[in-house]
């Protein structure tokens, strides 16, 4: 399953977020996971649900009226400090967390009203655009301390005859996540010396940035828009990198409605009604609210995640089925199963993903929208529905 970790300082709304986001109101009774720790659990992303291009809906626990949410993972990491990659106020051990996650969402806090260690001041007069670079450089500090410790055993591989720069630094740093294709990309855009012996700190800073840009992109959320002081929000979102304004606050609250029946309100809707009794307090943050939602399009939490995959690890949602004219598994559940997958790939991958002891028993797929064999070079599409027929039973 994907991973996406909740960085950012102390008091910056992480927990909100997370337990906004990993509340069991859609049914994950599927992923006996859903809570493996106290700071790892199960969310989704949300994307249209093929059952849209029906005329009846799925009924799948996962598909709210066409809206389909597919499960992904969820780290809450604890607030990181300047100097954390020193190890100040536990950051190594934080930022080793971070190393399970494929991408990052950096929870900002935009009001302006707590310093860089998450400690309240007078609101506006902390510039959090300050907190968005820090957390980027300590990531990037941090990895670089990793190259650093591990360097000299590649300078012990570079003695051997067969010795390969792209293979020793992609072991050095496959615990991150890195690839050998991520380490020969970045690879490809540095200037380096071909001897490891004659790298310099610059050489291994460069590396570390870059295979961190690589393996752990970042999305911005500019959290406590509600309360942001005057500009904040816009400065946030005039940076060169993606930022989403966000209410964490205001999700819990509209989930918790929703749960009681209160509140009418899917996780990423752009508006929400009031459809039952609430107190004359829970009415007045309704209020509240809906003028931040309306300004954003919503309370930015569930555009987030889904900017985080659909965006940056720019990934698509295909659904295999076994009966391509019905749409079900074997069982007759319609849209069972949805998978995320990197853009690019086939029908083949898909069939790994379901099957991952397919082996060879691979024969073909079928796009049951058109009920026509796809080739297995075929790339598939958002929203694909595919047969895989296989050998197995
Ligand atoms: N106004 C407003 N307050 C928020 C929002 N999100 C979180 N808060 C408040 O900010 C404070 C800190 O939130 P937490 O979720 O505990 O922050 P954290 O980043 O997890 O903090 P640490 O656990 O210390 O790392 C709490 O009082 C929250 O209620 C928001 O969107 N708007």
């Known amino acids: 399953m994907l991973s996406i970790a909740l960085a950012g300082k102390p008091n910056a709304g992480k927990s909100t977020f997370y337990s906004a986001a990993t509340r069991a109101e859609?049914?994950?009774?599927n992923y006996p996971f859903t809570t493996i720790d106290a700071n790892r659990g199960v969310t989704?992303?949300?994307t249209d649900c093929p059952c849209l291009d029906r005329d009846e809906r799925c009924g799948n626990d996962n598909c709210h009226d066409g809206k389909r949410y597919v499960p992904v993972e969820l780290l809450d990491v604890a607030g990181l400090v300047p100097g954390a990659h020193e190890g100040k106020g536990l950051g190594n051990q934080f930022l080793d967390e971070l190393t399970n996650a494929d991408v990052i969402v950096n929870v900002v806090d935009a009001s302006g009203a707590?310093?860089?260690k998450g400690e309240p001041v007078e609101p506006g007069s902390h510039d959090p655009l300050d907190?968005?670079?820090?957390?980027e450089s300590e990531m990037d500090l941090w990895l670089a301390g990793i190259v650093d410790r591990n360097w000299e055993s590649v300078e012990r591989k570079s003695r051997s005859p067969e010795f390969d720069m792209d293979e020793a630094?992609?072991?050095?740093l496959t615990g991150f996540g890195a690839t050998q294709a991520d380490v020969q990309a970045v690879l490809r855009g540095l200037d380096y010396p071909d001897d490891p012996m004659a790298w310099t700190d610059e050489d291994r800073e460069a590396l570390a940035r870059d295979v961190r840009r690589r393996t752990k992109p970042i999305v911005?959320?500019?959290n406590k828009a509600d309360v942001a002081s005057e500009g904040n929000v816009e400065r946030l979102l005039a940076l060169d990198k993606p930022v989403i304004p966000a209410t964490a606050q205001g999700e819990l609250a509209l989930r918790k409605g929703a749960e009681a029946g209160a509140v009418d309100y899917d996780p990423g809707d752009e508006s929400f009604g009031v459809v039952g009794e609430v107190s004359d307090a829970q009415r007045e943050l309704l209020d509240g609210l809906r003028d931040t939602v309306a300004e954003y399009g919503g309370t930015g939490v569930q555009a987030a995640l889904d900017y985080a995959v659909y965006d940056l690890l720019d990934h698509l949602t295909a659904y295999p089925v076994q009966d391509?004219?019905?749409w079900t598994d074997a069982k007759g559940n319609v849209l069972p199963d949805a998978f995320l997958l990197p853009r690019g790939s086939t029908p083949v991958d898909l069939a790994y993903a379901v099957h991952s002891d397919i082996g060879d028993g691979y024969l073909h797929a079928v796009d049951a929208r058109s009920s026509r064999e796809i080739?297995?070079?075929?790339?598939?599409?958002e929203g694909d529905v595919v047969k895989i027929v296989s050998t197995a039973k």
């Open 114 to 116: 707590t310093d860089e």
């Open 324 to 326: 391509a004219s019905k």
């Open 26 to 29: 859609v049914d994950v009774a």
């Open 169 to 172: 630094l992609a072991d050095m």
């Open 44 to 46: 989704h992303v949300r």
């Open 375 to 381: 080739s297995d070079s075929y790339e598939l599409a």
């Open 131 to 135: 907190d968005v670079d820090f957390i």
């Open 220 to 222: 911005v959320v500019a």
